[in-house]
């Protein structure tokens, strides 16, 4: 086998679902071969053709050649001076494949028929994070976007990976139901609430996804909190319409604008027919100025306690002329039913795709239906999707991409706990109904001349045959050296070992001068309460902290006389202190007091800022972002021992970030196999909470896997005995049933 040449691509023509035209010309007359990759031409001179050919084409594996990357392949033309043939590859099922005309003429092994994408939904990515957060699909940058308080995630569909970016402020709406909208002309990411927030506080925030800055909108709510309406934007306007929604016992059938510019709510009249009032209704966009609304649950007079009805009825709403008109009404389906919250329209514009599912069943199934516009008539598509609708909260949600032609589908479950469970899935579009994909394709044959071109098509990530022996010998030293590195010492102060001016506050609290002495004794408890208020307040709070503050924090039960005598006498303590440790200086600024820190001083809690905002921002592989993180916090958990009320808040703060960030990063680390990592990161994560059952079983799998049984075992006695002590019950699985991943 030889290799006659290379070709550069660039980056942006290559990804998931972008295809590539590749074409090969022949020249028996100039002994040349001519290799077109999209618009480059490359030619390769004197190959010394035979006088005659009888082409064999391979694709994937042949003979030894059996390490092929994944790829998929469209359609083959084959053209000579008098036959061409043509292959589509629209096959369903099994491994032959056929030319156009409809003959035989080739053979796959292991194939998959891209046309299972169709019917088939995809999981891309799952997830959990404490509470509700905002979930959206940016259709600029072809990713999904999940927002909480202080970061937003990115799932990148063409890469599939998820990388995540701390904001530069914090969203301050109140999360209720998570709603939002893009703007995408100017790049803003809107979130809001309608009702249920504290006066003053805000309802409508705006992201510059550029620079990941909130900006606050408005403050003003509605006085009826609406589950499940539908909104919709107008850029051309600046303004968003809602229609819908549940609260306060009633259903709702109005239309609510908002004008961004004069921050203002008003009502829209509108004329023609009357939509009943409802909630869980699906809706999408024909153009900018008219809108579809299908289905959702309610009755005539919008009061619950009348009962409700389940609608299968369409409307077209223009908003330029705001009228509506009734376009049809079709009898019950199979269930009763509501939609997803977004539709998607047709390439045509004839008819909407949107998902159905019975909302009044807790563990439900999502059903895609394609209706037509005209005169309702429908079909059901695809297989369906798991959908936990306990809470009302819970939604789903269907987006298009038409560079790849896929359906997205969010799936936000709200669980019992309040956990907010998000799942991402895609399909190939135009969907397939399950006839279609099941019905078998009858060809034509026919006689031709003797021909047979033999189509080898291998969708394997990984050969199992090659280099079988070598591949064991490695995963064996691998198991062998994670085994080795796997560390259970008691001693966890290690990292502090050898540091000059320092401050250490993961695994208690500690400080160390210039010269490498540790004078943590030094700081009495009133010492160490007010150093940390300020050096908190210093990193994370808004530059230092004032009398009142430390009054009410550190002397809350005296006078305030007495309280500034002590504050006076504490604060000069610090100073004498802080003369034998270089990078740090307690200064008095604004009528704030300041702890100034240069690069002189180590800190762990800035280092473990630092790496963290490395982390959220670096788009690749993390793990070494992970293992500099665990370094710097594996000593313990922070402030461990440190028992002020006022510091809770501070604990807490760290805690949840560390679990935000371990409890999703475990899950990518022990797919990648690396098992002593994932037993380091759960270490870690009981620091926060000791009966984690993620991490325990992570941590009780990844031992297994490391064939390290004893430990497992004791492991696991351990966590019996303090679930037994912390609960006064048994711990309710087995040993065995923790052991399966």
Not at 206 to 218: E, M, V, Y
Not at 367 to 378: A, C, K, R, W
Not at 392 to 404: G, H
Request: glycine fraction near 4%; hydrophobic fraction near 35%.
């Amino acid at each position: 086998m030889k290799n006659l040449t290379s070709i550069e691509l660039d980056n942006s023509t290559l990804g998931r679902r972008k295809w590539l035209p590749i074409s090969i010309r022949f020249s028996h007359k100039d002994d040349q071969l001519v290799f077109i990759v999209e618009d480059t031409e490359t030619y390769i001179d004197d190959v010394k053709f035979k006088h005659k050919m009888k082409p064999r084409v391979f694709f994937g594996k042949k003979g030894s050649v059996i390490d092929v990357p994944e790829f998929a392949l469209r359609k083959l033309h084959l053209i000579g001076a008098d036959k061409s043939f043509l292959f589509e590859f629209n096959e369903k099922s099994g491994n032959e494949v056929h030319e156009s005309n409809g003959r035989k003429m080739g053979h796959v092994d292991n194939p998959h028929w891209l046309i299972s994408e169709s019917f088939h939904w995809k999981l891309r990515h799952d997830m959990s994070l404490p509470g509700m957060a905002v979930v959206n699909y940016d259709a600029n940058h072809e990713r999904m976007v999940i927002a909480s308080k202080d970061s937003v995630l990115f799932y990148d569909y063409n890469l599939s990976t998820l990388t995540g970016r701390k904001s530069k402020n914090k969203l301050s709406v109140p999360l209720r139901l998570g709603m939002s909208f893009w703007d995408m002309e100017n790049r803003l990411f809107y979130v809001y609430e309608l009702n249920d927030v504290a006066n003053g506080a805000p309802t409508i925030m705006a992201l510059d996804i550029n620079n990941l800055r909130w900006s606050k909108i408005s403050d003003k709510q509605l006085a009826q909190q609406k589950h499940h309406h539908n909104g919709f934007f107008n850029s051309k306007n600046q303004s968003y319409l809602v229609f819908g929604g549940f609260g306060n016992q009633r259903f709702s059938n109005d239309f609510l604008k908002y004008n961004i510019a004069s921050n203002e709510w008003g009502k829209v009249e509108m004329k023609g027919d009357i939509i009943s009032p409802r909630y869980f209704s699906g809706a999408t966009s024909v153009s900018d100025d008219e809108l579809i609304i299908y289905g959702g649950i309610g009755n005539r007079s919008g009061d619950q306690t009348l009962g409700k009805t389940y609608f299968y009825d369409c409307y077209s709403v223009n908003t330029s002329t705001n009228t509506v008109k009734k376009m049809w009404e079709i009898p019950k389906l199979k269930d009763n039913l509501v939609s997803s919250r977004s539709m998607v329209l047709t390439k045509d514009s004839s008819s909407f795709f949107t998902l159905c599912y019975p909302e009044y069943i807790s563990n439900s199934l999502l059903q895609l239906y394609q209706f037509s516009i005209e005169d309702g008539t429908h079909e059901l598509l695809g297989d369906s999707i798991p959908i936990f609708s306990e809470r009302i909260e819970t939604n789903a949600n269907l987006y298009y991409n038409s560079n790849t032609n896929e359906l997205y589908c969010s799936v936000q479950e709200i669980l019992p706990d309040s956990t907010s469970n998000i799942k991402l899935y895609s399909i190939s579009a135009p969907p397939l109904s399950k006839s279609e994909l099941y019905h078998e394709t009858h060809w034509r044959f026919r006689s031709f001349f003797p021909y047979l071109v033999s189509i080898l098509i291998s969708f394997l990530c990984a050969s199992l045959i090659f280099f079988v022996r070598k591949q064991r010998n490695e995963v064996r030293k691998n198991l062998n050296e994670q085994r080795e590195r796997v560390q259970f010492s008691s001693d966890r102060k290690k990292h502090n070992l050898n540091l000059k001016n320092a401050i250490c506050l993961f695994g208690g609290f500690k400080i160390i001068d210039r010269k490498g002495v540790d004078i943590s004794y030094m700081f009495s408890p009133k010492i160490k309460q007010l150093f940390m208020l300020i050096l908190w307040n210093s990193i994370r709070g808004d530059g230092g902290v004032s009398s009142e503050v430390i009054y009410a924090s550190v002397w809350p039960d005296r006078p305030e006389q007495k309280a500034k005598n002590s504050k006076g006498v504490t604060i000069n303590q610090i100073r004498k202190i802080l003369v034998d440790i270089d990078g740090i200086e307690l200064s008095f600024h604004k009528n704030r007091f300041h702890l100034d820190i240069n690069e002189n001083l180590y800190c762990d809690l800035l280092a473990f800022d630092k790496e963290l905002e490395e982390f959220r921002l670096n788009e690749g592989d993390r793990n070494e972002y992970i293992i500099r993180i665990l370094d710097i916090i594996s000593n313990g958990p922070f402030l461990e021992s440190f028992e002020f009320d006022f510091l809770d808040k501070f604990k807490e703060e760290v805690e949840n970030v560390i679990l935000d960030i371990f409890l999703q990063q475990i899950d990518e680390v022990y797919a990648s196999k690396n098992y002593a990592l994932v037993i380091k990161i759960a270490k870690v994560i009981f620091y926060v909470d000791s009966l984690n059952e993620k991490a325990f079983k992570y941590e009780l799998v990844s031992l297994l896997k490391l064939d390290m049984v004893e430990v497992a075992k004791k492991s696991y006695n351990k966590f019996l005995l303090k679930y037994n002590h912390d609960y006064n019950e048994d711990y309710p699985h087995t040993f065995n049933d923790m052991s399966k991943m």
